[in-house]
């Protein structure tokens, strides 16, 4: 997921009707590194000028600076600050409601007693049924224990709740899933298995997000194998997903064959491990893969990886990708000429971009530009349309080729917010099920239509 760690205000303004006070009030909040998003004109007389203005600034501090720039500008008042992002999530960005009105007793006695008998004895001869009856077939549990919330680190579960109330809204949104956070107020592996799987009648997929590694690999493993409903760590495979899918567009471009490159991963945490892993399944060769964390390396090599080191990567391979949450940690000198570099940690990368290819790099990337919310929508829509009991590696290879493909020319990756991308996504990952065998559905609704 791509965090930029900044704050935002929505200023209003007045400025006299004199030529030169936007322009120096815009100004004005340039030199102090701060940036604008959009400006909304509110009112125009022949005195003055009103508009909000979307300010960005990298804290709090730094934003108070910038305001009373804005204060002292010439021709300039500053009438109000907002804090949007604040507003926006009072009382919460999600709640669920009722799909109906029941707006007379008749509807009562169908939706509640004592229609709903019927329906729930059928479902009682019947599992299956609740598929067609229930929201089951639609509701996928997101759930964290909040120790690895991307850009912010272990904050807790309660304090990731926000994070979690927007994968629900982007779920629904892009691909109509309701997602419903899960909160799990515990970091023992066996505890949070226990619990994922006692509440999994509710849901048609588990979405596992933010909890840490390595507890993050066994978890996955172990509901994997409890449960009969697609279970997935998007921090793992969304990330290797829409990372790999970056990649290939970009491999296109600078001439380079991904299948014959030389590729290594530095860092080897959720991401990278899952980066590595899917990049060795397209080309069929070792990833060469460097960590700190003994296990981590270990656990990669298991997999088939070679173990290196930041200086050997970046002496010999030909795509380097990098997730290790270490700002500036690949000095521009280390960059040979023609490589491909995805440094991808957020909000601060491994290298700029623009450091890289004035080194000489044939393409360079950061994390603002690869978002998983391109991945796990359409892969979870496809996946519980397909009714499939699992995420395999062909539906996630499917899902990336997927995105490959909706890529528009000249972009790194298709706009996020496309619907079109997300039916594409889901329509690829439905279709690969049913061709391995492992969907139980006769037809996918989303995914056709």
């Keep these: 997921m791509a965090w930029e760690r900044k704050i935002m205000r929505t200023v209003r303004v007045r400025n006299e009707h004199k030529l030169g006070t936007?322009?120096?009030?815009?100004?004005?909040?340039s030199n102090l590194g701060a940036s604008v998003g959009t400006i909304e004109l509110i009112n125009e007389t022949a005195q003055s000028v009103v508009r909000d203005i979307t300010v960005y600034a990298d804290d709090a501090e730094h934003m108070d600076k910038v305001i009373e720039a804005m204060r002292a500008n010439e021709g300039t008042r500053v009438?109000?600050?907002?804090?949007?992002?604040?507003?926006?999530?009072?009382?919460?960005?999600?709640?669920?409601?009722?799909?109906?009105?029941?707006?007379?007793i008749a509807t009562l006695r169908r939706v509640y007693t004592p229609g709903v008998a019927e329906v729930c004895l059928k479902i009682a001869d019947d599992p299956a049924l609740a598929r067609l009856y229930t929201s089951v077939s639609h509701m996928v549990a997101i759930v964290t224990d909040g120790t690895a919330v991307l850009g912010l680190g272990d904050i807790g579960p309660l304090a990731s709740m926000p994070v979690m109330e927007g994968k629900a809204m982007l779920m629904e949104t892009l691909v109509g899933l309701s997602g419903m956070p899960i909160l799990l107020n515990t970091r023992d592996t066996d505890e949070i298995v226990r619990t994922v799987a006692a509440i999994a009648p509710t849901f048609g997929a588990i979405q596992l997000e933010d909890i840490s590694a390595?507890?993050?690999?066994?978890?996955?493993?172990?509901?994997?194998?409890?449960?009969?409903?697609?279970?997935?760590?998007d921090d793992q495979h969304g990330t290797a997903v829409v990372s790999t899918a970056a990649l290939m567009?970009?491999?296109?471009?600078?001439?380079?064959?991904?299948?014959?490159?030389?590729?290594?991963?530095?860092?080897?945490?959720?991401?990278?491990?899952?980066?590595?892993?899917?990049?060795?399944g397209l080309s069929g060769n070792p990833v060469?893969?460097?960590?700190?964390?003994?296990?981590?390396?270990?656990?990669?090599?298991?997999?088939?990886?070679?173990?290196?080191?930041?200086?050997?990567?970046?002496?010999?391979?030909?795509?380097?990708?990098?997730?290790?949450?270490?700002?500036?940690?690949?000095?521009?000198?280390?960059?040979?000429?023609?490589?491909?570099?995805?440094?991808?940690?957020?909000?601060n990368p491994e290298i700029d971009p623009d450091a890289a290819l004035a080194q000489g790099a044939a393409f360079a990337a950061d994390g603002k530009s690869?978002?998983?919310?391109?991945?796990?929508?359409g892969i979870f829509?496809?996946?519980?349309?397909?009714?499939a009991p699992r995420i395999t590696h062909?539906?996630?290879?499917?899902?990336?080729?997927?995105l490959v493909r909706m890529t528009p020319s000249g972009e790194l990756l298709p706009n996020p917010l496309d619907k079109n991308v997300h039916r594409e996504v889901a329509r690829a990952v439905a279709q690969t099920a049913i061709k391995q065998g492992i969907a139980r559905a006769e037809y996918v609704p989303y995914a056709e239509g």
């Design 22 to 29: 936007l322009a120096r009030l815009m100004t004005a909040i």
């Design 79 to 104: 009438l109000a600050v907002r804090d949007e992002v604040l507003e926006l999530h009072q009382k919460g960005k999600i709640a669920i409601r009722s799909r109906f009105p029941i707006d007379s």
């Design 214 to 233: 390595p507890r993050c690999f066994e978890v996955e493993e172990r509901l994997q194998a409890l449960l009969d409903i697609p279970v997935m760590h």
């Design 249 to 280: 567009t970009a491999a296109k471009r600078a001439g380079v064959d991904v299948r014959k490159a030389k590729i290594g991963q530095i860092g080897l945490g959720a991401a990278g491990n899952a980066i590595g892993k899917m990049l060795m």
């Design 288 to 347: 060469y893969g460097a960590d700190l964390n003994e296990d981590a390396v270990r656990r990669f090599v298991d997999a088939g990886g070679k173990r290196s080191t930041l200086s050997e990567i970046m002496a010999e391979c030909d795509i380097v990708l990098a997730t290790t949450g270490a700002p500036n940690l690949i000095k521009p000198e280390m960059v040979r000429k023609g490589q491909i570099i995805f440094a991808l940690s957020n909000p």
């Design 370 to 377: 690869v978002n998983n919310v391109l991945g796990f929508p």
């Design 381 to 387: 829509r496809g996946a519980v349309d397909a009714n």
């Design 394 to 402: 062909e539906m996630l290879i499917a899902a990336m080729e997927a």
